[in-house]
């Protein structure tokens, strides 16, 4: 996860430099979502393709991963 922001201008520049991801991930067949979904998803065939805002992909795939774990 990205470190935590302690300035209007570290926070600005890391605004600035996000981009959208969109972040593929094979599903169980049994899986089911509860509560809100905080991304674009799209679900086929047992695939999740999730539009996600960050850094860099690595920053993407982390949200997704923890976001699926919870």
């Given at each position: 996860?990205?470190?935590p ?10 605004v ?6 969109t ?5 169980p067949?049994d ?5 809100t ?12 393709y ?18 699926l774990?919870?």
């Amino acid at each position: 996860m990205a470190e935590p922001i302690y300035n209007m201008r570290d926070l600005m520049k890391r605004v600035k430099s996000l981009q959208v991801f969109t972040v593929e991930r094979e599903l169980p067949e049994d899986f089911v979502f509860t509560g809100t979904v905080p991304y674009d998803m799209k679900i086929n065939e047992g695939i999740a393709y999730i539009k996600v805002y960050a850094v860099d992909l690595a920053e993407a795939n982390q949200r997704v991963d923890d976001f699926l774990a919870s």
